[in-house]
């Protein structure tokens, strides 16, 4: 048997799996349809629609790997601090199982008081709105542009 680990919310990759299967077989699809027919220029839109889903879901994973390296780096160094947890909070988050039930995903956060705030040498946080949103939004322009394209001229 294998021991499960139960990790922090911020270290979930929870949807990943999905998103990779579901890119593999939109762009399956893409090329099916490119090699029996030709490319065209209407398959510019669904490639450049694809990149939304893969982008998301590599953010996903560098968030869940950030927060990761960051919980081993304060394990590594070591350091004991008095405190106490102060709450435990759950969210619920629903998902239909196999047999088309709704189940829920539990995450659980836990609010410490801690008496030395100097574990921390800094508030390192994910910073996924960086660079990530200025790329986000580049390809929401450019998947937008080809749908405007497709409705101006939709014989090209």
Request: hydrophobic share 45%.
């Amino acid at each position: 048997m294998f021991k499960r680990k139960i990790r922090p919310a911020q270290e979930e990759m929870t949807g990943v799996l999905y998103s990779a299967l579901f890119l593999l077989i939109w762009y399956a699809g893409l090329l099916r349809g490119i090699l029996t027919s030709g490319f065209q220029s209407s398959y510019m839109l669904f490639l450049a629609a694809g990149l939304i889903p893969l982008f998301t879901a590599v953010q996903t994973v560098r968030r869940a790997l950030f927060y990761r390296r960051q919980r081993e780096e304060i394990k590594a160094a070591g350091n004991v601090s008095r405190g106490r947890i102060v709450n435990v909070i759950m969210k619920s988050s629903p998902y239909e199982d196999s047999h088309h039930r709704t189940r829920y995903r539990r995450y659980y956060f836990l609010e410490a008081e801690v008496a030395d705030p100097g574990i921390f040498e800094e508030n390192r946080v994910f910073d996924e709105y960086g660079t990530g949103a200025l790329v986000c939004k580049v390809l929401v322009i450019i998947v937008m542009l080809f749908m405007l394209f497709h409705i101006l001229f939709p014989g090209s």
